[in-house]
């Protein structure tokens, strides 16, 4: 008989980060999304500063500070690239705060649960995407089932190592 085991939400792991990391490691993501795939155009179907966002929302556990850290990220990543101002801000900041609200749930240092979380939360983050760029920016983009379910899995599965190596930076609260 298996027996389910139950953590109370003051045992669970909570993490911070030095601040030259914390600045650091989102600004790389940032700039290499911003900045690599001009030569390397495969590189576009990653994407770097949501597999941050939710790395940092989840060690952290915070709703507070996922919400701000996704804005952040978000509005950073609108800033560099081509798109209108807020769409990814909104859009990361939605994930941000999930992320962090998920993370004090369930166990989020297990690389499956590190797969699965990612791989929902990128479809959330094209969902509300796409739902901003279409009603409020106007945009007539598709939604592309296939692709994005392709696109999700590929980002997932480069979440588990990247996490693995982010999770070094990683200080108990």
């Not at 990391?21 to 990653?46: H, N, S, T, Y």
């Not at 989840?58 to 996704?70: D, H, K, N, P, Y």
């Not at 952040?72 to 690239?81: F, S």
Request: some cysteine.
């Amino acid at each position: 008989m298996a027996v389910a085991a139950y953590q109370s939400r003051e045992k669970i792991e909570v993490y911070r980060f030095p601040l030259p990391v914390a600045i650091a490691i989102p600004a790389l993501a940032i700039f290499l999304q911003a900045f690599v795939p001009v030569k390397f155009r495969f590189f576009e179907i990653f994407d770097l500063p949501l597999l941050v966002t939710i790395f940092f929302a989840v060690a952290r556990r915070s709703q507070i500070s996922g919400l701000l850290t996704g804005c952040a990220i978000g509005l950073a990543q609108d800033a560099l690239g081509h798109h209108p101002i807020g769409v990814y801000g909104i859009a990361k900041t939605v994930v941000g705060w999930g992320a962090s609200s998920l993370g004090v749930k369930i166990d989020v240092e297990n690389p499956g649960s590190r797969l699965l979380l990612t791989f929902g939360f990128y479809l959330l983050h094209q969902a509300v995407y796409f739902v901003v760029d279409r009603g409020l920016v106007g945009d007539t983009a598709a939604w592309m089932w296939g692709r994005t379910l392709v696109i999700a899995a590929i980002n997932a599965v480069l979440a588990v190592p990247m996490f693995a190596v982010l999770d070094r930076f990683k200080q108990r609260a």
